[in-house]
Protein backbone atom coordinates (compact mmCIF):
# COMPACT_ATOMS: atom_id res chain seq x y z
CA UNK A 1 0.00 0.00 0.00
CA UNK A 2 1.47 3.52 -0.78
CA UNK A 3 1.86 6.12 1.98
CA UNK A 4 1.89 9.59 1.01
CA UNK A 5 3.40 12.33 3.57
CA UNK A 6 1.59 15.19 4.29
CA UNK A 7 3.50 17.41 1.57
CA UNK A 8 2.85 15.01 -0.60
CA UNK A 9 -1.10 14.89 -0.53
CA UNK A 10 -1.18 18.55 -0.11
CA UNK A 11 -0.57 18.60 -3.95
CA UNK A 12 -1.99 15.75 -4.84
CA UNK A 13 -5.42 17.08 -3.05
CA UNK A 14 -4.57 20.89 -3.86
CA UNK A 15 -5.15 21.71 -0.11
CA UNK A 16 -2.50 23.24 2.52
CA UNK A 17 -0.95 20.80 5.15
CA UNK A 18 -2.15 23.68 7.82
CA UNK A 19 -5.43 22.81 6.87
CA UNK A 20 -5.10 19.06 6.97
CA UNK A 21 -3.49 19.29 10.25
CA UNK A 22 -6.59 21.26 11.30
CA UNK A 23 -8.97 18.78 10.33
CA UNK A 24 -7.51 16.14 12.26
CA UNK A 25 -6.71 17.68 15.26
CA UNK A 26 -9.64 19.77 15.11
CA UNK A 27 -12.60 18.31 13.42
CA UNK A 28 -11.31 14.61 14.29
CA UNK A 29 -11.78 14.30 10.16
CA UNK A 30 -8.57 12.29 9.36
CA UNK A 31 -6.54 9.64 11.17
CA UNK A 32 -2.87 9.58 9.47
CA UNK A 33 -0.31 6.78 10.34
CA UNK A 34 2.66 7.92 11.85
CA UNK A 35 6.50 7.35 11.32
CA UNK A 36 8.61 6.24 14.02
CA UNK A 37 9.66 10.37 14.29
CA UNK A 38 5.97 11.40 14.44
CA UNK A 39 5.38 11.95 11.10
CA UNK A 40 1.96 11.91 9.49
CA UNK A 41 1.69 9.14 6.37
CA UNK A 42 -1.65 8.48 4.34
CA UNK A 43 -2.85 6.31 2.11
CA UNK A 44 -5.07 5.80 -0.66
CA UNK A 45 -8.20 5.50 1.39
CA UNK A 46 -7.21 8.88 3.40
CA UNK A 47 -6.89 10.75 0.15
CA UNK A 48 -10.25 9.94 -1.18
CA UNK A 49 -11.64 11.04 2.22
CA UNK A 50 -9.93 14.24 1.96
CA UNK A 51 -11.42 14.66 -1.49
CA UNK A 52 -14.54 13.87 -0.14
CA UNK A 53 -14.42 16.48 2.70
CA UNK A 54 -13.15 18.64 0.60
CA UNK A 55 -16.77 18.02 -1.69
CA UNK A 56 -18.30 19.21 1.03
CA UNK A 57 -16.97 21.87 2.06
CA UNK A 58 -17.22 23.11 -1.82
CA UNK A 59 -20.69 22.87 -1.16
CA UNK A 60 -21.18 24.82 1.81
CA UNK A 61 -20.98 22.62 4.37
CA UNK A 62 -18.87 23.78 7.62
CA UNK A 63 -15.84 21.74 8.65
CA UNK A 64 -17.35 20.80 12.23
CA UNK A 65 -20.56 18.96 10.22
CA UNK A 66 -18.57 17.74 7.89
CA UNK A 67 -17.88 14.35 10.14
CA UNK A 68 -21.44 13.05 10.47
CA UNK A 69 -22.33 13.71 6.72
CA UNK A 70 -18.91 10.93 5.94
CA UNK A 71 -20.49 8.18 8.51
CA UNK A 72 -24.41 8.76 7.21
CA UNK A 73 -23.12 8.51 3.22
CA UNK A 74 -25.72 11.08 2.52
CA UNK A 75 -25.57 12.50 -0.73
CA UNK A 76 -27.36 15.92 -0.21
CA UNK A 77 -25.54 19.21 -1.29
CA UNK A 78 -26.57 22.08 0.94
CA UNK A 79 -24.70 25.33 0.14
CA UNK A 80 -24.55 27.04 3.09
CA UNK A 81 -22.39 29.64 1.85
CA UNK A 82 -24.61 32.36 1.78
CA UNK A 83 -24.71 31.63 5.48
CA UNK A 84 -21.00 32.28 5.61
CA UNK A 85 -21.14 35.42 4.03
CA UNK A 86 -23.86 36.44 6.47
CA UNK A 87 -22.04 35.48 9.62
CA UNK A 88 -19.13 37.71 8.02
CA UNK A 89 -21.42 40.83 7.42
CA UNK A 90 -22.96 40.69 10.67
CA UNK A 91 -19.28 40.23 12.11
CA UNK A 92 -18.13 43.51 9.94
CA UNK A 93 -21.28 45.31 11.42
CA UNK A 94 -20.67 44.68 14.77
CA UNK A 95 -17.32 46.70 14.68
CA UNK A 96 -16.02 44.03 16.44
CA UNK A 97 -12.21 43.71 14.40
CA UNK A 98 -10.48 42.02 16.95
CA UNK A 99 -13.90 39.25 16.23
CA UNK A 100 -13.57 39.54 12.64
CA UNK A 101 -9.42 38.86 12.88
CA UNK A 102 -10.32 35.83 14.55
CA UNK A 103 -12.85 34.70 12.61
CA UNK A 104 -11.53 35.04 9.17
CA UNK A 105 -8.12 33.36 10.56
CA UNK A 106 -10.09 30.18 11.64
CA UNK A 107 -11.88 30.40 8.43
CA UNK A 108 -8.13 30.34 6.69
CA UNK A 109 -7.15 28.01 9.14
CA UNK A 110 -10.19 24.97 7.98
CA UNK A 111 -10.59 25.82 4.44
CA UNK A 112 -8.35 25.54 1.35
CA UNK A 113 -7.57 29.28 -0.05
CA UNK A 114 -9.50 28.85 -3.35
CA UNK A 115 -12.33 27.62 -1.67
CA UNK A 116 -12.94 30.98 0.18
CA UNK A 117 -12.48 33.36 -2.51
CA UNK A 118 -14.69 31.50 -4.50
CA UNK A 119 -17.54 31.11 -2.30
CA UNK A 120 -17.13 33.93 0.37
CA UNK A 121 -14.54 36.79 -0.10
CA UNK A 122 -15.33 37.67 -3.56
CA UNK A 123 -19.14 37.06 -3.27
CA UNK A 124 -19.27 39.24 -0.52
CA UNK A 125 -17.02 41.61 -1.72
CA UNK A 126 -19.47 42.45 -4.73
CA UNK A 127 -22.72 43.07 -2.56
CA UNK A 128 -20.62 45.62 -0.34
CA UNK A 129 -19.13 47.24 -4.46
CA UNK A 130 -22.13 49.98 -4.53
CA UNK A 131 -22.41 53.53 -4.45
CA UNK A 132 -23.78 53.96 -0.45
CA UNK A 133 -21.14 55.05 1.67
CA UNK A 134 -22.15 52.58 4.62
CA UNK A 135 -21.35 49.21 2.54
CA UNK A 136 -18.41 51.00 1.11
CA UNK A 137 -16.88 51.41 4.35
CA UNK A 138 -17.80 47.78 5.28
CA UNK A 139 -15.82 47.05 2.21
CA UNK A 140 -13.39 49.22 3.13
CA UNK A 141 -12.84 47.53 6.48
CA UNK A 142 -13.24 44.17 5.23
CA UNK A 143 -10.35 44.20 2.42
CA UNK A 144 -7.57 45.61 5.28
CA UNK A 145 -8.29 42.78 7.03
CA UNK A 146 -7.93 40.61 4.23
CA UNK A 147 -4.96 42.27 3.37
CA UNK A 148 -3.54 42.24 6.84
CA UNK A 149 -4.30 38.28 7.12
CA UNK A 150 -3.15 37.36 3.41
CA UNK A 151 -0.06 39.15 3.74
CA UNK A 152 0.97 37.52 7.31
CA UNK A 153 0.13 33.92 4.86
CA UNK A 154 2.52 34.52 2.54
CA UNK A 155 5.17 35.93 4.70
CA UNK A 156 4.98 32.08 6.58
CA UNK A 157 4.91 30.74 2.84
CA UNK A 158 8.10 32.09 1.85
CA UNK A 159 9.64 30.36 4.76
CA UNK A 160 9.28 27.07 2.73
CA UNK A 161 10.75 25.66 -0.08
CA UNK A 162 8.83 26.96 -3.73
CA UNK A 163 8.82 28.56 -6.58
CA UNK A 164 9.33 32.41 -6.08
CA UNK A 165 7.03 34.62 -8.19
CA UNK A 166 5.45 38.04 -8.37
CA UNK A 167 1.43 38.97 -8.58
CA UNK A 168 1.34 41.63 -11.06
CA UNK A 169 -2.31 43.27 -11.54
CA UNK A 170 -2.52 44.80 -15.39
CA UNK A 171 -4.89 46.92 -16.42
CA UNK A 172 -7.39 46.26 -13.06
CA UNK A 173 -9.15 48.57 -10.23
CA UNK A 174 -9.73 46.35 -7.51
CA UNK A 175 -6.36 45.50 -6.19
CA UNK A 176 -7.85 43.87 -3.08
CA UNK A 177 -8.15 41.02 -5.74
CA UNK A 178 -4.50 40.59 -6.48
CA UNK A 179 -3.91 39.63 -2.97
CA UNK A 180 -6.75 37.28 -2.85
CA UNK A 181 -5.04 36.23 -6.01
CA UNK A 182 -1.42 35.75 -4.34
CA UNK A 183 -2.66 33.78 -1.64
CA UNK A 184 -4.32 31.34 -3.67
CA UNK A 185 -1.34 30.60 -5.41
CA UNK A 186 0.76 30.31 -1.90
CA UNK A 187 -1.23 27.18 -1.60
CA UNK A 188 -0.21 25.73 -4.86
CA UNK A 189 3.80 25.85 -3.89
CA UNK A 190 4.48 29.58 -4.87
CA UNK A 191 6.10 31.81 -2.86
CA UNK A 192 4.85 34.97 -3.72
CA UNK A 193 4.98 38.99 -3.13
CA UNK A 194 2.36 40.95 -4.79
CA UNK A 195 2.75 44.32 -6.84
CA UNK A 196 0.19 46.81 -4.72
CA UNK A 197 -0.92 48.62 -7.76
CA UNK A 198 -2.05 47.50 -10.94
CA UNK A 199 -0.21 48.59 -14.39
CA UNK A 200 -2.30 49.92 -16.89
CA UNK A 201 0.30 49.08 -19.87
CA UNK A 202 2.58 45.50 -18.68
CA UNK A 203 5.66 45.35 -19.88
CA UNK A 204 7.30 42.04 -19.11
CA UNK A 205 11.23 42.86 -19.92
CA UNK A 206 10.93 45.69 -16.49
CA UNK A 207 11.16 42.32 -14.65
CA UNK A 208 13.66 40.57 -15.64
CA UNK A 209 14.64 37.15 -14.79
CA UNK A 210 11.41 36.92 -12.17
CA UNK A 211 8.45 34.63 -12.23
CA UNK A 212 5.37 37.20 -12.98
CA UNK A 213 1.70 35.65 -12.21
CA UNK A 214 -0.54 38.03 -13.69
CA UNK A 215 -4.07 39.05 -12.85
CA UNK A 216 -5.79 40.79 -15.80
CA UNK A 217 -9.70 40.51 -14.41
CA UNK A 218 -12.66 37.97 -14.69
CA UNK A 219 -13.07 39.07 -18.07
CA UNK A 220 -10.02 40.14 -20.15
CA UNK A 221 -10.41 42.42 -22.72
CA UNK A 222 -9.57 42.14 -26.10
CA UNK A 223 -6.49 43.37 -26.26
CA UNK A 224 -5.21 41.68 -23.57
CA UNK A 225 -6.73 38.32 -25.38
CA UNK A 226 -4.34 39.47 -28.34
CA UNK A 227 -1.45 39.91 -26.49
CA UNK A 228 -2.08 36.61 -24.79
CA UNK A 229 -1.89 34.90 -28.14
CA UNK A 230 1.25 36.58 -29.42
CA UNK A 231 2.98 35.20 -26.05
CA UNK A 232 1.88 32.03 -26.86
CA UNK A 233 2.99 31.56 -30.60
CA UNK A 234 6.39 32.20 -28.50
CA UNK A 235 6.29 28.66 -27.84
CA UNK A 236 4.47 29.15 -24.20
CA UNK A 237 2.35 26.54 -22.46
CA UNK A 238 -0.64 27.87 -20.92
CA UNK A 239 -1.81 26.05 -17.63
CA UNK A 240 -5.00 26.76 -16.47
CA UNK A 241 -4.87 27.59 -12.64
CA UNK A 242 -7.62 28.15 -10.08
CA UNK A 243 -9.81 30.56 -12.20
CA UNK A 244 -11.34 29.25 -15.15
CA UNK A 245 -10.88 32.51 -16.14
CA UNK A 246 -6.99 32.74 -15.67
CA UNK A 247 -3.79 30.75 -17.67
CA UNK A 248 -0.50 30.68 -17.19
CA UNK A 249 2.11 31.49 -19.52
CA UNK A 250 5.68 29.76 -19.17
CA UNK A 251 8.24 31.25 -20.40
CA UNK A 252 12.01 30.45 -20.53
CA UNK A 253 11.81 33.59 -18.61
CA UNK A 254 8.33 34.63 -17.51
CA UNK A 255 5.22 33.11 -16.60
CA UNK A 256 1.94 35.08 -16.94
CA UNK A 257 -1.29 33.93 -15.20
Known sequence: MALYTIGEVALLCDINPVTLRAWQRRYGLLKPQRTDGGHRLFNDADIDRIREIKRWIDNGVQVSKVKVLLSSDSSEQPNGW?????????????????????????????????????????????????????LQALLGILDGILINYIALCLASARKKQGKDALVIGWNIHDTTRLWLEGW??????????????????????????????????????????????????????????????????????????
Open 82 to 134: REQQEILLHYLQSSNLHSLRLWVKERGQDYPAQTLTTNLFVPLRRRLQCQQPA
Open 184 to 257: VASQQGWRIDVLAHSLSQFRPELFDGKTLLVWCGENQTLAQQQQLLAWRAQDATFIPLAFKQQLTIRFNVYSFY
